[in-house]
């Protein structure tokens, strides 16, 4: 089963903020759809794994200068911006 | 359902820009909430120009809905989220620029669950969309937008995007026709990403030449999408007797499988049919979920208040803005998505779920390996049931269970549409054809085999 501790751990793993009634609630469900998922407990298939259906290959460009987006369409969607940068929250405290 | 023919004979002797305000018009006045945005200027400017003259192509003055997680230039692209709100693309999906360069009107942009996570079009932060048959019941996900938009004539065609199943589920919802295309056939630039190594776009429409004529305009070769087969496709179904394998783990209420087993019948009149067991289908759904979500954990990372998106007013220190932003911008399934993806992908749990559904994934492409070395196609019923009440399902794992028939056909990545065979107590039931790789022209001529026998 899960705990409130590991609710709290999966949402700071997955940096979304749960208020108290959220992490009750999660904790339930989270135990459900676990148990969902240990049906695979059943097997455990001797093959390898498949991430991609069909064979992927990087795709390489020539070297030369492409278009690109313009600084200001890069920027238009950004409420925060200072001088031409997004603005981003302080990473160090 | 308004066919592209029909359309086209309604051109020969009206303005396009007539039949394209009597279309929004009607959307305007709709009940469905199928639209998120319509792009009445845009749309009517094209009209114009078509009707001058000035457009040509395989489209050419063919109206087509968008689902509103495919950007497109200057329009805004939502994917229902509120995390996405106000997000304008400056660009657009290689699939956009194909419509656009064969002459359609894009008449607006589709509802849809929030970030293509769910069966019903419920998690959607702009309102449930209502099926066309019932309004009072579902139109399916996560494309019910696009398949409400087509069952209530507000669009010709539509594109809808399917990673476990949501081009194919609200196609059966509401009686319309919906194709999966094989993974890597259309190019996924510009299509916002929730998982991967499964979703796809794909045509939904009121006809099979319908869906032939749409898939043949966005199917190609495109190198800024590493996932892209680079293969094109031209539209010529298949006619032949078909051998025809009916899966036997697929799943379907009394109701449903009532309709299906006398459809059934009728099809063993013109080809040969037989039943088939995969058994690694009974690990599917599980494994889908886990693979979905864990992509998902990733995908869904990008979404920081930053470059754009949900923002908030102050920039506190960066875990707590990324943390405060994505609890206020995302909704419930999206947070619940993201979360389990997290654990499941988190230290000393990766080989108990991720790799062990990765494993299950090579299975179930082994069985339908070894089908196709037997049938041409492989048919289930779509949906285990027909369309919910609204709010009818509220546990999260029930309403995962809704996508037992569907879900396998993403893990292997094979083509399968989903098609209207009748009605129960009023509410369509749909057909789910599989074909193996790249064999679309298999899937659509087998369907249009159904269709020209009336089962």
Request: glycine residues 8%; proline residues 4%.
């Given at each position: 089963m899960i705990d409130e501790e590991t609710v709290r751990y999966v949402s700071n793993l997955a940096k979304i903020e749960l208020k108290d009634d959220e992490v009750e609630n999660y904790k339930n469900e989270f135990g459900k759809i676990l148990e969902f998922f240990d049906q695979l407990d059943e097997i455990d298939p001797d093959v390898e794994p498949t991430y991609h259906v069909i064979p992927l290959k990087n795709v390489f460009r020539k070297d030369v200068p492409g278009k690109s987006l313009d600084r200001d369409e890069a920027l238009k969607n950004a409420r925060h911006r200072e001088e031409g940068y997004f603005k981003g929250p302080r990473v160090v405290e | 359902m308004i066919t592209v023919g029909e359309w086209k004979e309604r051109l020969e002797n009206e303005k396009a820009y007539d039949l394209v305000s009597e279309l929004i018009d009607r959307i305007r006045k709709s009940k469905l909430n199928a639209y998120i945005t319509v792009t009445e200027d845009q749309a009517l400017k094209l009209a114009e120009d078509f009707d001058n003259g000035k457009k040509e192509g395989k489209l050419a003055g063919i109206p087509i809905a968008v689902k509103d997680n495919i950007s497109t230039e200057g329009v805004r692209t939502t994917c229902a989220s509120k995390m996405l709100e106000n997000y304008i693309p400056p660009f657009d999906a290689h699939v956009v620029e194909k419509l656009k360069k064969e002459g359609a009107i894009i008449i607006g942009k589709t509802n849809m669950d929030e970030f293509g996570m769910g069966t019903t079009t419920e998690n959607s932060h702009f309102g449930v969309v209502r099926n066309p048959h019932d309004t009072g019941r579902v139109a399916g996900g996560s494309s019910g937008g696009s398949a409400a938009a087509i069952a209530g004539k507000e669009t010709v065609l539509a594109l809808g995007t399917d990673t476990g199943g949501s081009i194919r589920c609200p196609a059966s919802f509401t009686g319309v026709y919906g194709l999966k295309p094989t993974y890597g056939l259309v190019s996924r630039y510009g299509l916002v990403a929730y998982a991967n190594s499964l979703e796809q776009i794909g045509p939904m429409a009121g006809s099979i030449d319908d869906l032939g004529l749409l898939l043949e305009v966005i199917a190609g070769r495109d190198d800024r999408d590493s996932t892209n087969a680079g293969r094109g496709f031209t539209y010529s179904p298949v006619s032949k007797k078909f051998r025809v394998g009916i899966i036997e783990e697929m799943q379907a209420n009394a109701e449903v499988k009532e309709h299906f087993n006398s459809f059934v019948e009728t099809l063993r009149k013109f080809a040969d049919v037989e039943t088939v067991s995969l058994p690694s289908l009974k690990y599917a759904l599980p494994a889908y979920y886990i693979i979905a979500m864990s992509e998902a954990s990733s995908n869904l990372a990008r979404y920081d208040g930053v470059r754009y998106g949900f923002s908030l007013e102050n920039l506190d220190s960066w875990s707590r803005y990324f943390s405060k932003v994505r609890a206020e911008g995302f909704g419930t399934e999206v947070k619940r998505r993201i979360m389990m993806g997290s654990y499941a992908l988190s230290a000393g749990y990766y080989g108990k779920y991720y790799l062990k559904a990765l494993k299950v994934r090579t299975l179930v492409i082994e069985d339908f390996r070894r089908a196709f070395e037997k049938f041409d196609v492989l048919i289930s019923?779509?949906?285990?049931?027909?369309a919910f009440r609204i709010g009818e399902i509220a546990d999260p794992v029930t309403m995962y269970m809704a996508d037992v028939n569907t879900t396998p056909i993403n893990l292997a990545g094979l083509p399968a549409l989903s098609m209207p065979i009748g009605e129960s107590n009023g509410l369509p039931v749909g057909l789910q054809v599989i074909g193996n790789y790249f064999e679309e022209n298999t899937v659509l001529g087998f369907a249009k085999a159904v269709e020209r026998n009336e089962v």
């Amino acid at each position: 089963m899960i705990d409130e501790e590991t609710v709290r751990y999966v949402s700071n793993l997955a940096k979304i903020e749960l208020k108290d009634d959220e992490v009750e609630n999660y904790k339930n469900e989270f135990g459900k759809i676990l148990e969902f998922f240990d049906q695979l407990d059943e097997i455990d298939p001797d093959v390898e794994p498949t991430y991609h259906v069909i064979p992927l290959k990087n795709v390489f460009r020539k070297d030369v200068p492409g278009k690109s987006l313009d600084r200001d369409e890069a920027l238009k969607n950004a409420r925060h911006r200072e001088e031409g940068y997004f603005k981003g929250p302080r990473v160090v405290e | 359902m308004i066919t592209v023919g029909e359309w086209k004979e309604r051109l020969e002797n009206e303005k396009a820009y007539d039949l394209v305000s009597e279309l929004i018009d009607r959307i305007r006045k709709s009940k469905l909430n199928a639209y998120i945005t319509v792009t009445e200027d845009q749309a009517l400017k094209l009209a114009e120009d078509f009707d001058n003259g000035k457009k040509e192509g395989k489209l050419a003055g063919i109206p087509i809905a968008v689902k509103d997680n495919i950007s497109t230039e200057g329009v805004r692209t939502t994917c229902a989220s509120k995390m996405l709100e106000n997000y304008i693309p400056p660009f657009d999906a290689h699939v956009v620029e194909k419509l656009k360069k064969e002459g359609a009107i894009i008449i607006g942009k589709t509802n849809m669950d929030e970030f293509g996570m769910g069966t019903t079009t419920e998690n959607s932060h702009f309102g449930v969309v209502r099926n066309p048959h019932d309004t009072g019941r579902v139109a399916g996900g996560s494309s019910g937008g696009s398949a409400a938009a087509i069952a209530g004539k507000e669009t010709v065609l539509a594109l809808g995007t399917d990673t476990g199943g949501s081009i194919r589920c609200p196609a059966s919802f509401t009686g319309v026709y919906g194709l999966k295309p094989t993974y890597g056939l259309v190019s996924r630039y510009g299509l916002v990403a929730y998982a991967n190594s499964l979703e796809q776009i794909g045509p939904m429409a009121g006809s099979i030449d319908d869906l032939g004529l749409l898939l043949e305009v966005i199917a190609g070769r495109d190198d800024r999408d590493s996932t892209n087969a680079g293969r094109g496709f031209t539209y010529s179904p298949v006619s032949k007797k078909f051998r025809v394998g009916i899966i036997e783990e697929m799943q379907a209420n009394a109701e449903v499988k009532e309709h299906f087993n006398s459809f059934v019948e009728t099809l063993r009149k013109f080809a040969d049919v037989e039943t088939v067991s995969l058994p690694s289908l009974k690990y599917a759904l599980p494994a889908y979920y886990i693979i979905a979500m864990s992509e998902a954990s990733s995908n869904l990372a990008r979404y920081d208040g930053v470059r754009y998106g949900f923002s908030l007013e102050n920039l506190d220190s960066w875990s707590r803005y990324f943390s405060k932003v994505r609890a206020e911008g995302f909704g419930t399934e999206v947070k619940r998505r993201i979360m389990m993806g997290s654990y499941a992908l988190s230290a000393g749990y990766y080989g108990k779920y991720y790799l062990k559904a990765l494993k299950v994934r090579t299975l179930v492409i082994e069985d339908f390996r070894r089908a196709f070395e037997k049938f041409d196609v492989l048919i289930s019923p779509t949906m285990p049931s027909t369309a919910f009440r609204i709010g009818e399902i509220a546990d999260p794992v029930t309403m995962y269970m809704a996508d037992v028939n569907t879900t396998p056909i993403n893990l292997a990545g094979l083509p399968a549409l989903s098609m209207p065979i009748g009605e129960s107590n009023g509410l369509p039931v749909g057909l789910q054809v599989i074909g193996n790789y790249f064999e679309e022209n298999t899937v659509l001529g087998f369907a249009k085999a159904v269709e020209r026998n009336e089962v």
